[in-house]
């Protein structure tokens, strides 16, 4: 099953991916009831392949790292699916960026694609709203922000 959502920010492709790549930037404009924090720095750098985010009870690692145009990230565990891979592209435009993210999984309990489905509908859609609000006015004190590198 693959989900869709596109959006476009007047936020550079690299403040889009620094937001999207650093962890507990997350909980900055996510809105999630827990915060998000590193479970593990990436095999190259910090935030790149093999970087593990947490976002309890969720555990997702970097699979593709290209800055400021291409993320992904597969679920460990913590979602009630099989094989979610998540891809968010990022495209320059003038000005700012055009954003599509796309979720693809597939149900691990029996008969719950519909509910997934609506879940996944309702969740990136809020996503490309949640993000560039977030981004069109990042405080300083953001972590997307404070990150070193990215």
């Known amino acids: 099953?693959?989900?869709?959502?596109?959006?476009?920010?007047?936020?550079?492709?690299e403040?889009?991916?620094?937001?999207l790549v650093v962890p507990e930037a997350w909980a900055a404009w996510g809105r999630f009831p827990t915060g998000a924090?590193?479970?593990r720095e990436g095999d190259t750098t910090r935030?790149?392949?093999?970087?593990?985010?947490?976002l309890w009870p969720v555990r997702e690692q970097t699979v593709v790292y290209e800055p400021s145009t291409h993320y992904a990230y597969v679920a460990l565990s913590g979602l009630p699916v099989r094989r979610y891979r998540g891809d968010v592209h990022l495209e320059?435009?003038?000005?700012?960026?055009?954003?599509?993210?796309?979720?693809?999984f597939e149900p691990l309990i029996p008969g719950t694609r519909p509910l997934l489905r609506l879940w996944y509908r309702l969740m990136l859609p809020a996503f490309a709203r949640w993000l560039p609000a977030h981004l069109e006015k990042c405080p300083p004190g953001c972590p997307a922000r404070r990150a070193a590198e990215f």
């Open 1 to 13: 099953m693959v989900i869709q959502a596109t959006f476009t920010t007047t936020a550079t492709p």
């Open 47 to 54: 935030y790149g392949i093999g970087a593990v985010r947490v």
């Open 92 to 104: 320059a435009r003038d000005p700012g960026t055009h954003v599509r993210w796309l979720a693809e």
């Open 37 to 39: 924090k590193q479970g």
């Open 15 to 19: 403040d889009v991916f620094r937001h």
